[in-house]
């Protein structure tokens, strides 16, 4: 069936009546806001599976949004359907807690060993729920893997807002990639399962490797403002950015392997010694 040319208008006055950003609406229905960017401008059809996940989040009625009832004014999409009345969704969307208990069950079991079914049962839902929202369980790797990304992108941009100087993003930096709490014990699981992936070439594996490169020029970045600034010594950004990030996932590695209490295996110890390494390679003394 032809999409409504409407569609791509109808969904702009659902995030204007969200009263957020384009990306912001993309991150709450957990889809890639270029995608978005580009359905939006009529260069790329608006899937199915989208289309219910914007208009589950949004509270609208999925027909009015596809064009497929009449009438100007978008209807309450929970007044009764032919499914039946769902369940409220939480908070922040029925999607984003699918999300979320995924990214829970991936740092516990990996990503090979969660199933739909596992997945439903931690949302207290039917695995039908579950792909009325993705359709496919690359779909909801996928969105696990990006909701991650995102999470980790907007701590770092808060985390660096009141930031003194490079020295000093550097060292929160440091500190938001130490898995000193069990959000970032379980972000740093998603991450290293994601490293096999990336060695298989997988969908999500090449999408945690382009990730990567932009966390690594995030470092560079830093480095390189810090050497302007003076606070650092001239040194070379992207083999220093190489080095830091290097030690950054070895270190946590070893935190999150649960080697036997000692020296240099908690998370107290990798922040020292990140910390020491900056001192010895790049502060300007």
Same mark, same amino acid.
């Given at each position: 069936m032809e999409q409504d040319p409407d569609v791509p208008a109808r969904? /702009?006055?659902v995030i204007a009546a969200a009263g957020v950003t384009q990306r912001e609406f993309a991150r709450r229905i957990v889809m890639d806001p270029s995608k978005l960017s580009?359905?939006?401008?009529? $260069?790329? /059809?608006? $899937?199915? +599976?989208?289309?219910?996940?914007i208009a589950d989040t949004a509270d609208v009625d999925a027909a009015w949004l596809l064009g497929t009832r009449g009438g100007a004014e978008p209807l309450p999409a929970r007044s009764g359907t032919a499914r039946g009345r769902r369940a409220a969704a939480p908070p922040?969307? &029925?999607?984003?807690?699918?999300? /979320? =208990?995924?990214? &829970?069950?991936?740092? =516990?079991?990996?990503?090979? @060993?969660? /199933?739909?079914?596992?997945i !439903?049962?931690?949302? !207290?839902?039917?695995?039908?729920?579950?792909?009325y929202h993705f359709p496919g369980r690359d779909d909801?790797? =996928? !969105?696990?893997v990006r909701w991650c990304m995102d999470e980790d992108t907007?701590?770092? !941009? @808060?985390?660096?807002?009141d930031a003194a100087d490079a020295a000093d993003e550097l060292r929160q930096l440091i500190e938001l990639q130490t898995p000193r709490t069990g959000r970032r014990r379980e972000q740093w699981s998603v991450w290293l399962d994601l490293w096999a992936e990336a060695a298989r070439s997988t969908t999500v594996g090449l999408l945690h490797t382009e990730y990567y490169r932009q966390w690594r020029a995030t470092v560079a970045d830093v480095v390189r403002r810090g050497v302007e600034q003076r606070v650092f010594r001239p040194v070379d950004p992207d083999a220093a950015a190489l080095h830091l990030t290097a030690l950054i %996932?070895?270190?946590? $590695?070893?935190?999150? +392997?649960?080697?036997? =209490?000692?020296?240099? $295996?908690?998370?107290? %110890?990798?922040? @020292?010694?990140l910390l020491a390494h900056v001192d010895a390679a790049l502060t300007a003394h």
């Open positions: 969904v /702009r006055e580009r359905s939006l401008g009529g $260069t790329r /059809r608006f $899937t199915a +599976a989208e289309l219910a996940r922040e969307g &029925r999607p984003l807690q699918i999300i /979320r =208990e995924t990214v &829970r069950l991936i740092a =516990e079991h990996g990503f090979h @060993a969660v /199933r739909v079914q596992d !439903a049962q931690a949302c !207290a839902t039917s695995t039908a729920a579950i792909h909801l790797l =996928e !969105a696990a907007a701590r770092r !941009a @808060a985390s660096l807002a %996932d070895g270190l946590a $590695t070893q935190v999150l +392997a649960g080697a036997p =209490e000692g020296p240099g $295996t908690g998370p107290d %110890d990798m922040y @020292a010694a």
